[in-house]
């Protein structure tokens, strides 16, 4: 009897430890080819007033640099429309979604802004903000 109580004991210990550590955030390797380079912001759309706002070729470019940077250049100049970030270089961060509430396989930090889901393809990347305010930030390649 006391080696069944002991396997019990052990078990749930063991059970408890495994239910309440929580593995550290880690950077993804998504293929760097797929988002590197120079992108124009195309469309913003969703959001809690259901827009849907296009944007002029190179009005709003985003490059993503290997060091882990991204710089935006904003010349657009409508303050009543989302666009999200302002001219300036901040530090991107791509983590696994697999824990977080978002559907889907990556996640998109720049400097403190969660742009949730993230899919790039060879001429798109596209941001799904669907756990918070459902923006969907749509990019396309520049190409020079």
Same mark, same amino acid.
């Given at each position: 009897? /006391?080696?069944?109580?002991?396997? $019990? ?6 059970? =408890?430890?495994?239910?309440? @550590?929580? +593995? ?12 590197? #380079?120079?992108?124009?912001? $195309?469309?913003? =759309? ?9 944007? $002029?070729?190179? +009005?709003?470019?985003? +490059?993503?640099? *290997?060091? #882990? ?10 303050? *009543? !429309? ?5 001219? #300036? ?6 983590? =696994? ?6 559907? @889907?396989?990556?996640?998109?930090? *720049? ?8 899919? $790039?393809?060879?001429?798109?990347? !596209?941001? /799904?903000?669907? #756990? =918070? ?12």
């Amino acid at each position: 009897m /006391k080696t069944f109580h002991y396997f $019990a004991l052990m078990l749930v210990l063991t059970f =408890s430890f495994a239910t309440t @550590c929580e +593995e550290e955030v880690q950077p993804v390797n998504l293929n760097p080819e797929l988002y590197l #380079g120079k992108w124009q912001l $195309a469309n913003v =759309s969703g959001g809690i007033e259901n827009v849907n706002q296009n944007f $002029a070729e190179n +009005e709003i470019v985003w +490059e993503f640099l *290997a060091d #882990g940077s991204v710089t935006v250049e904003n010349n657009f100049e409508n303050d *009543a !429309v989302e666009d999200f970030m302002e001219t #300036g270089s901040y530090t991107y961060f791509i983590e =696994s979604a697999r824990k977080s509430v978002y559907p @889907c396989g990556y996640l998109f930090w *720049a400097g403190d802004n969660n742009l949730g889901c993230m899919t $790039a393809r060879e001429n798109k990347i !596209v941001f /799904k903000r669907n #756990g =918070s305010d459902g923006y969907v930030l749509t990019f396309q390649r520049v190409t020079e």
